[in-house]
C-alpha cells in the first residue's frame, strides 16, 4: 500500500506550481499558464490547502478569461466564489466578481451579469475601497453596454470617475477609458443604425479621441493585453474613419501580440476586424474565407456579442459575391442572437429596475435609523426631494463643483399640458403621471445626481460631472422613456411628453442657473413641446 504524502511536501509542490504559473501570468503566456494553475488548484484542493486553493482558482480564471474560454471561466469561479465569499469581502472577490459579470454579459447571460456586477460593487463599498468600487462600477457599465445600452453604461463610467477623480491609477485609466471607448463605439453603431448620422459621427470622433488618450497609461502600465485591446480600438475606429492605411497598422500590432502571447478570445475579434478592413479594401473573398474560419471557432467559445459581429460582417461579404442563400443564412443568424439578446436584456434589466426600487424603499426617510425630520425634505408624492432640500444640496454641490473646476448640468423638466391633463382625466390620474415620470427619473440617474419635485408638474435634475453633450443624452433618453411609456393603462387617450430645459454652470448661483434651465424649457415649449433645450 503506498504511503501517504506528507503535507509539507504537497504544499512545496503546489507552491512551486503556483510560482510557475505567477511567472506565465507576469510573461503572458497564457495555455502554459492555465496549465500550471489547474495542477495547482487539484494539488490544493486535494491538500486542503484553501490560500493556495483559492490563488490557483483566480490564476485559473485570469487564464480562461484571457483566452476567451468563458464557459469554462465561469464554471471554475462558480467553483471558487464560495470560498473567496467565505473570507468577507476583499479585493480577488470584487476582482472575480467583475470577471463573471464581463464573461457573462459577453456569452448572452445579462441576469448572472448584473448580479455578479452588482455583488462586486456592495462589496468594494462594504471595503470602504472607492477605487475598487470605480473599477466595480466600470464592470456594472460594461454590462449595460453588452445589453446595447450605451447610454446607461456611461452614466455608471461617469459616476465611476467622480469616485477617483485625478487620483487613478495607470490600470484604472486603462480600465476606464477602454470602456468609454467601447460606449462611444456602440453609440456610434446605434445612432448610425437609426440615420442619426450627425451623432453618429460625433460619437465616432469621440472614439477617436478616448483610443488615442489611453495610450500613455497603456504604455505606463506594460500589459501586453491591455497594448493589443487598445491597438485593436484605435484600428476599429480608424477602419469607421475610412482611414484603411493606418487601421491596418494598428491591426496588424494586435494580431502579433494576441499571436505571441495567446490572447485566443481578442485575435478572433480582431480577425473580424481585419476581415472588415480587407473587404473595405475589395477583398471581399479573402474575408468571406477568413470569417469562415473564425465562425467555426467562435461558435466553441460561445462569445455571442463576437458571433453577431462575425455573422453581420460574413453578411455583407457574401452580399457583395453574390452568393445569396449563404448571405441570408448569416442573417437570419444574426436575427436569431439579437433576439435572443433582446429577450435577456428585458429579463435582466426588470429585474436591475426591481431591485433598486427595494434599494430605494430602504433608504425611504421613514426608514428605521433615518432622522424624524427627513420626511420634510421629501416630497410627499413622489418620494423626490422638495424645494427644502435643493436650498440645502445644490449649493453644495454648485460650490463643489466650482472648487474642482468640475462640469455640472442642471435640468427643468416639464410635464406639457398638464393642466388639461388634470382637467380631462381627473387629479387622480395627474398624480399617478407625477409618479410614473418621478420613477423613470429614479431609472435613468445616477445615484449621485439631485432628483427634486420643483413645483405642480416641474422637476429638477442637477447631474453633477456631467457636461452638456453628455446631459443631452441623459434627458433625450427620459424624454423617449415618457413618450414611449403606455399612458393609455392609466386612463384612454391619455398622452404625455416633456419639455426639458438645460443649463450648466457657470453661474454657481442656484438662482441664476435655475433661471437660465427655465428660460430654455420655455424655449423647448415655443418650439414645438416635447423636446430638449439647452441655455
Not at 473570507?87 to 463573471?100: F, I, K, S
Not at 416633456?498 to 435655475?514: E, K
Amino acid at each position: 500500500m503506498q504511503s501517504a504524502v506528507p503535507q509539507e511536501v504537497a504544499a512545496v509542490s503546489t507552491a512551486d506550481l503556483l510560482a510557475q504559473a505567477r511567472a506565465a501570468q507576469a510573461e503572458s503566456r497564457m495555455e502554459a499558464g492555465l496549465q500550471l494553475a489547474s495542477q495547482a488548484w487539484s494539488h490544493a484542493q486535494s491538500q486542503g490547502l484553501l490560500a493556495e486553493q483559492i490563488e490557483a482558482g483566480r490564476l485559473r480564471c485570469f487564464f480562461l478569461l484571457r483566452r476567451g474560454q468563458l464557459a469554462d471561466m465561469l464554471a471554475a469561479a462558480e467553483a471558487l466564489l464560495p470560498l473567496q465569499r467565505a473570507g468577507g469581502a476583499n479585493q480577488g472577490l470584487c476582482e472575480m466578481l467583475r470577471w463573471v459579470a464581463l464573461s457573462a454579459a459577453d456569452q448572452g447571460d445579462f441576469e448572472t451579469a448584473l448580479a455578479a456586477a452588482q455583488e462586486g460593487r456592495a462589496a468594494a463599498q462594504e471595503m470602504g475601497d472607492l477605487r475598487l468600487e470605480a473599477v466595480a462600477l466600470n464592470g456594472l457599465g460594461m454590462v449595460f453596454e453588452r445589453m446595447g445600452d450605451p447610454w446607461q453604461a456611461e452614466q455608471l463610467m461617469t459616476e465611476a470617475a467622480a469616485l477617483v477623480r485625478q487620483q487613478a491609477t495607470p490600470f484604472e485609466q486603462v480600465v476606464a477609458l477602454n470602456n468609454l471607448w467601447t460606449v462611444a463605439m456602440g453609440s456610434f453603431h446605434l445612432l448610425r443604425d437609426v440615420g442619426r448620422e450627425a451623432e453618429s459621427q460625433q460619437a465616432l470622433q469621440r472614439a477617436l479621441q478616448l483610443g488615442r488618450q489611453v495610450r500613455p497609461p497603456v504604455r505606463e502600465l506594460g500589459d501586453p493585453y491591455a497594448a493589443a485591446l487598445s491597438d485593436s480600438h484605435l484600428g476599429e475606429t480608424l477602419l469607421q474613419l475610412n482611414q484603411l492605411d493606418e487601421a491596418g497598422v494598428f491591426l496588424d500590432s494586435a494580431q502579433q501580440l494576441c499571436q505571441r502571447h495567446g490572447f485566443l478570445a481578442l485575435a478572433g475579434r480582431v480577425g473580424c476586424l481585419r476581415a472588415e478592413l480587407a473587404l473595405a479594401r475589395g477583398h471581399a473573398d479573402a474575408a468571406y474565407a477568413a470569417l469562415g474560419r473564425l465562425l467555426q471557432d467562435m461558435v466553441a467559445k460561445s462569445n455571442l456579442q463576437e458571433l453577431r459581429r462575425l455573422h453581420a460582417t460574413a453578411y455583407r461579404c457574401a452580399k457583395r459575391l453574390g452568393l445569396e442563400a449563404q448571405a441570408l443564412r448569416h442573417l437570419e443568424a444574426r436575427t436569431l442572437l439579437e433576439k435572443r439578446r433582446a429577450s435577456a436584456q428585458l429579463i435582466a434589466q426588470s429585474r436591475y429596475v426591481a431591485s433598486r426600487i427595494e434599494a430605494r424603499r430602504q433608504r425611504a426617510p421613514d426608514a428605521p435609523g433615518l432622522p424624524e425630520d427627513a420626511a420634510q425634505l421629501r416630497d410627499p408624492l413622489t418620494d423626490l426631494g422638495n424645494r427644502r432640500l435643493m436650498e440645502q444640496r445644490l449649493p453644495e454641490l454648485l460650490a463643489e463643483a466650482q472648487a474642482r473646476n468640475a462640469p455640472l448640468t442642471l435640468a427643468l423638466v416639464d410635464l406639457d399640458h398638464f393642466s388639461s391633463i388634470n382637467a380631462q382625466h381627473g387629479a387622480a390620474v395627474g398624480d399617478q403621471v407625477l409618479q410614473a415620470l418621478a420613477r423613470m427619473l429614479q431609472d435613468n440617474t445616477r445615484g449621485s445626481d439631485l432628483l427634486l419635485r420643483y413645483g405642480g408638474e416641474e422637476f429638477l435634475v442637477v447631474l453633477p460631472d456631467t457636461v452638456p453633450d453628455r446631459a443631452v443624452e441623459v434627458c433625450e433618453r427620459i424624454r423617449h422613456c415618457v413618450e414611449a411609456y403606455a399612458w393609455s393603462e392609466l386612463a384612454p387617450g391619455l398622452d404625455v411628453t416633456l419639455s426639458i430645459g438645460l443649463a450648466t454652470a457657470p453661474p454657481h448661483s442656484t438662482d441664476l442657473l435655475v433661471a437660465r434651465a427655465e428660460s430654455a424649457m420655455y424655449r423647448a415649449k415655443h418650439l414645438g413641446r416635447n423636446r430638449v433645450a439647452l441655455a
